[in-house]
């Protein structure tokens, strides 16, 4: 989960910048989809989240239960908020997404799966607006203890992203 001002900007960003197109990459279960949702829909214009993850594997996920429990809690928050009709959530990875994706440019994207910003950004460059706004989570550069499946993991996510989004944004050389 990320903090509420966090969805709060999402809401903001998501209203003032009126996108047609919005891809989310890791739904979890479908708070941040949510807060874009009704940040779009304040706007007035006409929009799609299309939002995939793969609820299983490696996921954080799994502790609720399988792809089917996830798809169900999500859906029922997406209800839960009226905001079904302008929501595909797509199970998989970005590729899955993408072939679900219509015609169109991604006016607004969010990443936030497992930190693989490299591979995500690469799979939907070439449909970004040319000003589309881009919002990646986990930039802090710290490194992590955490507890998964019965097991200590080093998670370096956090670590990975800030490397690659210094290095996006470095002036070319
Ligand atoms: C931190 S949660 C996302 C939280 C969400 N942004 C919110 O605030 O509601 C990260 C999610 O990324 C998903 N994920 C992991 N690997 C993924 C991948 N390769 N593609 C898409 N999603 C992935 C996990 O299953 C998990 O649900």
Do not use: W
């Not at 903001?12 to 279960?29: F, K, N, Q, Y």
């Amino acid at each position: 989960m990320l903090s509420v001002r966090v969805y709060d900007r999402l809401m903001d960003l998501a209203r003032r910048s009126r996108p047609a197109i919005i891809v989310e990459i890791g739904t979890a279960h479908g708070a941040a989809t949510i807060a874009l949702a009704i940040g779009a829909r304040a706007a007035g214009a006409a929009f799609h989240i299309y939002t995939v993850d793969p609820f299983s594997g490696f996921s954080s996920r799994v502790m609720f239960g399988g792809v089917d429990d996830n798809l169900r809690i999500v859906t029922a928050a997406l209800s839960r908020f009226g905001v079904t009709d302008c929501v595909t959530v797509v199970v998989g990875t970005v590729t899955d997404l993408i072939a679900r994706l219509p015609s169109g440019p991604i006016d607004l994207l969010l990443i936030d799966a497992d930190g693989r910003i490299d591979r995500d950004l690469a799979a939907v460059y070439d449909r970004l607006a040319p000003d589309a706004d881009i919002v990646i989570d986990d930039v802090d550069g710290d490194v992590y203890l955490t507890r998964f499946a019965n097991r200590i993991y080093c998670d370096q996510k956090h670590r990975l992203t800030r490397l690659i989004v210094d290095q996006l944004r470095a002036p070319a050389t």
